[in-house]
């Protein structure tokens, strides 16, 4: 992002806006941590300002500040839609293309509203007047962090926006374990605990609340384990009768695709989710190294993200998908096994 597009932006809200800031669908971590950072940065600055997600999200992001304010599309979409076509900014946060919000995203595209993207996602589409997007960034909240700071108003950052921050962050970079995670990363981190955000208890609030049946889902996804040694592949499946025999939850699922490239040898990893509701097979993909799931998904299953998280769909039949999965593998042998 240019000065000239920072100073633009400051002229912008420098008096108060209708704004509306929209994470993707099936928002996580690093989608509600960052909105509600800028909701909690712009109400501070005499904004009349909302979260408005395309649906609901896991009971464990439930505790961040702000929370009750926030707007879910799918059971509030006449009020929704009137606040979007009223509103004079419009950011959208961690995804940068429109059919990430679903229905929502033909609003977002309608309204005269000027759009603002806050995004770390490879290939973003044109839709955005202002687009702050870098792959090379650890988490979305990161990127807020920065942008605040290129604001002039880092000093500004309250306990609320550090711990909102804090959880995209540490959510995004597997408790700071990935790549991505840099020494500006743990340079911010440090400002946001100085100011505030609690590391231990955020810690406990996202991944210390298991409930019996999430331990026991996790049981039925390891057994449902599968590995493809040649390939350095392992994937996971999880059918919609399994999720109902453990009283799934949205969320639950987090981070069970991980187990798989924990394998000794595997560098490739997949967990394909049937949801009968919705008639599709939800797809998060994983990897270490060069091997783009990104590129993967964008090429096989409708999805994409970054080069070592990914996620897609699949319209077909779960055993349909798999099938297809494992059709297409010794496409990539040489990227698997090089």
Not at 54 to 77: A, M, R
Not at 78 to 85: A, G, K, S
């Amino acid at each position: 992002m240019t000065t000239a597009e920072i100073n633009q932006i400051q002229a912008l809200l420098s008096i108060p806006k209708q704004i509306i800031i929209v994470p993707h669908k099936n928002p996580d971590g690093d989608a509600m941590g960052s909105t509600l950072a800028l909701y909690h940065y712009l109400k501070a600055n005499n904004h009349n300002a909302l979260v408005m997600s395309p649906n609901d999200y896991p009971d464990f992001l439930k505790w961040l500040p702000g929370d009750d304010t926030v707007l879910k599309y799918d059971s509030e979409t006449e009020r929704c839609n009137t606040l979007l076509q009223d509103a004079d900014l419009i950011f959208t946060l961690d995804f940068n293309a429109l059919h990430r919000v679903g229905h929502m995203g033909d609003m977002i595209a309608k309204s005269e509203a000027i759009k603002l993207m806050i995004d770390h996602h490879q290939q973003p589409d044109d839709y955005a007047t202002y687009v702050f997007s870098d792959v090379t960034m650890s988490s979305t909240c990161e990127m807020v962090y920065r942008f605040i700071e290129m604001l002039g108003d880092d000093s500004k950052i309250t306990a609320d926006i550090a711990t909102c921050l804090y959880t995209g962050i540490m959510t995004d970079t597997g408790s700071f374990r990935f790549p991505s995670t840099t020494s500006k990363t743990h340079y911010i981190i440090g400002k946001l605990i100085e100011v505030g955000a609690n590391n231990a208890q955020i810690h406990n609030n996202i991944y210390d609340t298991n409930s019996y049946e999430k331990l026991q889902l996790l049981g039925c996804a390891l057994s449902n384990l599968k590995v493809i040694p040649e390939l350095r592949t392992a994937y996971i499946t999880l059918s919609q009768d399994e999720l109902n025999q453990f009283d799934f939850k949205k969320g639950d699922t987090e981070g069970f695709v991980n187990y798989g490239l924990s394998l000794n040898n595997i560098i490739f990893a997949a967990i394909f989710i049937e949801h009968r509701q919705d008639n599709i097979i939800k797809i998060s993909l994983r990897s270490k190294g060069n091997f783009s799931v990104n590129e993967f998904s964008r090429q096989y299953f409708e999805g994409g993200g970054h080069t070592n998280a990914a996620g897609g769909k699949s319209d077909l039949s779960l055993n349909e998908t798999i099938e297809k999965f494992i059709s297409i593998l010794p496409n990539h042998k040489n990227e698997l096994t090089s």
